[in-house]
T-cell receptor
């Protein structure tokens, strides 16, 4: 069963605008991570937020985590055409030897 | 340092043939994961190796799929008697712990 589910499935914005992507999950987690994928190949890790954190920043990225609502958001500020990619959230559930579970991803298109 | 590498980058095979996909993780990473991604879809977990523990094979879709990790380093994913529905990008990732995953570029498998 899907753990992380992203919303929306696709997002198209103008360069310079902010992009907000959401992720919901079902079980208790140790951490939640966001990844980016270009051209259907390898994923690149963007940011990790732990269950005891509420907000984290990295450059133009801001991630929030609400464990009571089991949801997270990824905000990309001042978007650029180069931000066009698929974005995935992944959750590491609590428990021994837990693995990451990925959502289906959000396709972000940034128009120049 | 070198990242995760996978070979071959592309593989075209005929239905019914066996294929082997290779993953070279980042040196020192104890965890290794295999995923499958069909066109436009999210990542489907296949198998997870962590140190000397028994692998988590819960994601393997059928007994035609198997994987091994020799010496705690290189891993090989084997698909026997390939079917057209096996066509996908197969991604490998390694991790120093159960945390951030570092992905290889993937192997695009096409079964004719």
């Amino acid at each position: 069963s899907q753990q992380g589910e992203e919303d929306p499935q696709a997002l198209s914005i103008q360069e310079g605008e902010n992009a907000t992507m959401n992720c919901s999950y079902k079980t208790s987690i140790n951490n939640l991570q966001w990844y980016r994928q270009n051209s259907g190949r390898g994923l690149v890790h963007l940011i990790l937020i732990r269950s005891n954190e509420r907000e984290k920043h990295s450059g133009r990225l801001r991630v929030t985590l609400d464990t009571s609502k089991k949801s997270s958001s990824l905000l990309i500020t001042a978007s650029r055409a180069a931000d066009t990619a698929s974005y995935f959230c992944a959750t590491e559930s609590t428990g021994a030897n837990s693995k990451l579970t990925f959502g289906k991803g959000i396709t972000l298109s940034v128009r120049p | 340092g070198a990242g995760v590498s996978q070979s071959p980058s592309n593989k075209v095979t005929e239905k019914g043939k066996d294929v082997e996909l290779r993953c070279d993780p980042i040196s020192g990473h104890t965890a290794l994961y295999w995923y499958r991604q069909s066109l436009g879809q999210g990542l489907e977990f296949l198998i997870y190796f962590q140190g000397n523990s028994a692998p988590d094979k819960s994601g393997l879709p059928s007994d035609r799929f198997s994987a091994e990790r020799t010496g705690g380093s290189v891993s090989t994913l084997t698909i026997q008697r390939t079917q057209q529905e096996d066509s996908a990008v197969y991604l490998c990732a390694s991790s120093p712990a159960e945390d951030t995953q570092y992905f290889g570029p993937g192997t695009r498998l096409t079964v004719l």
